[in-house]
């Protein structure tokens, strides 16, 4: 073999190579486009739980086999399935004709391309170490539901919680800074958050929750600070 056409195979396996990495990456980065669907319910970080169980380490984990996520139905547990690429590729496409009787509210994502970026950038980004997975997904106060989990531990006076009464139909919550919010009794949620994010016992937080930011989420440590904060005041 002459040593032009040596160099040029090199060339071209280079440029190959290169190509692939490329739409690896292309297909990662749309993959992290449709994980934003998944971070209401999804960490990527080690043990930090939400709705979901962490996705971080998914690859060849057991299904149901988180030892920090107490939520997993029966029938997850009892599948004895291993997370692998079709494994995962089977549950995104259609939950409950892959694992019936499962507690996912996902109803799957039937776009073949769609799930194969998803699945391209959950391969990278649920790996030890990598960036994503040691990036907390709160660090604000935020909407409720946008995926965030602030910590509640050190906070703002405008989110902290220093009295609530209830007069008929309305809960009055005053914060630290001052200011009382009025909220119709349905349109206010009592929660707790024993996890070591959650807030200081005596100390709960309102979180904003609607598109019109006419409800919200008062976080208490324990559920037994919920009776004792709340006065009947008119």
């Given at each position: 073999m002459?040593l032009?056409?040596?160099v040029?195979l090199?060339?071209?396996?280079?440029?190959?190579m290169?190509?692939?990495?490329?739409e690896?990456?292309d297909?990662a980065a749309?993959g992290?486009r449709?994980?934003?669907a998944?971070?209401?319910?999804?960490?990527?970080?080690?043990?930090?739980n939400?709705?979901g169980?962490s996705?971080?380490?998914l690859?060849?984990?057991?299904a149901g086999?988180?030892a920090?996520?107490?939520?997993?139905?029966p029938a997850?547990?009892?599948?004895?399935i291993i997370?692998?690429?079709d494994?995962?590729?089977?549950?995104?496409?259609?939950?409950?004709?892959?694992?019936p009787?499962?507690q996912?509210?996902f109803?799957?994502l039937?776009?073949?391309?769609?799930r194969?970026?998803l699945l391209?950038?959950?391969?990278?980004?649920?790996?030890?170490g990598?960036p994503?997975s040691?990036q907390?997904?709160?660090?604000?106060?935020g909407m409720?539901g946008?995926?965030?989990?602030?910590n509640l531990?050190k906070?703002?006076?405008t989110?902290q919680v220093?009295?609530?009464?209830l007069c008929h139909?309305?809960?009055r919550v005053t914060t630290?800074?001052?200011?009382?919010?009025?909220f119709?009794e349905?349109n206010l949620r009592?929660?707790?958050d024993?996890s070591?994010?959650?807030?200081?016992?005596?100390r709960?937080?309102?979180?904003r929750?609607?598109?019109m930011g006419?409800r919200?989420?008062?976080?208490?440590?324990?559920p037994?600070?919920?009776?004792t904060f709340?006065?009947?005041?008119?």
């Amino acid at each position: 073999m002459n040593l032009s056409l040596t160099v040029s195979l090199a060339l071209f396996g280079m440029m190959t190579m290169d190509s692939a990495r490329a739409e690896d990456g292309d297909a990662a980065a749309r993959g992290q486009r449709v994980y934003r669907a998944c971070v209401a319910c999804h960490s990527l970080e080690p043990d930090r739980n939400m709705t979901g169980p962490s996705l971080a380490e998914l690859w060849n984990r057991t299904a149901g086999g988180l030892a920090s996520f107490r939520r997993y139905s029966p029938a997850l547990r009892s599948s004895r399935i291993i997370w692998t690429d079709d494994t995962l590729d089977e549950w995104l496409r259609n939950p409950d004709q892959f694992i019936p009787g499962n507690q996912m509210t996902f109803p799957g994502l039937r776009n073949d391309q769609q799930r194969a970026d998803l699945l391209a950038f959950l391969k990278m980004a649920t790996q030890p170490g990598h960036p994503l997975s040691t990036q907390g997904q709160g660090g604000g106060m935020g909407m409720m539901g946008g995926g965030q989990t602030p910590n509640l531990k050190k906070i703002d006076p405008t989110i902290q919680v220093s009295a609530i009464t209830l007069c008929h139909d309305t809960y009055r919550v005053t914060t630290a800074d001052g200011n009382t919010r009025d909220f119709w009794e349905r349109n206010l949620r009592f929660k707790t958050d024993s996890s070591d994010d959650g807030p200081e016992q005596g100390r709960p937080a309102i979180l904003r929750a609607g598109m019109m930011g006419d409800r919200a989420a008062v976080i208490f440590a324990l559920p037994s600070e919920i009776s004792t904060f709340i006065a009947r005041k008119c």
